[in-house]
């Protein structure tokens, strides 16, 4: 593990390409959803265990959209950062591409927001460096996912709060 100190989002920067293949196709003939759900996931990984300086596990998928089908023989570009941190949680952000290496033709087919915990040798959260946004791009990112980060909170205590109340409903004592 290395140190704690602050880093800027360009430290944990990560770029993962790879061509994509028959045996990453689906039975429409394009490249399989989760062959891109896995690349996306080890990119943000990546990115998440570089900024931590450590093991990061992922905890959640908060978005992840498939704006194009990418084709067989395609390259898969992946993009991945972190966008912002708390005490011992990370949101990475990942973009990816699909370029066809005959014409040179990129295509944006998918974005995703995963959020990862930092986790010491016992497997238990351990805090992470502070994040510095430089741009006003990584600003933006940074704003963006501690909007995320509330909206999961409240959903969180949405359903705690939904499930205590059919709890009480059904255990007369707890009234």
Known sequence: MSERGPRSVSHSKVTLTQMMEVTDANVAGNVHGGVIMRLVDTAAALAAIKHSGGVALTV???????????QIGEVVVLRASVN??????????VRVEAEDPLTGVIRHVNSAYLVFVAVDEA???RPVPPLIAESDDERRRQ???KLRRERR??????????RSAKASRSDPSKT
């Open 123 to 125: 497997g238990k959260p």
């Open 153 to 162: 909170i409240d959903h969180r205590q949405a359903i705690d709060l939904a």
């Open 60 to 70: 959640g998928i908060d978005e992840m959209s498939f704006l194009e089908p990418v």
């Open 84 to 93: 912002d941190v708390g005490t011992t949680s990370m949101e990475c952000g």
């Open 143 to 145: 704003r963006e996912a």
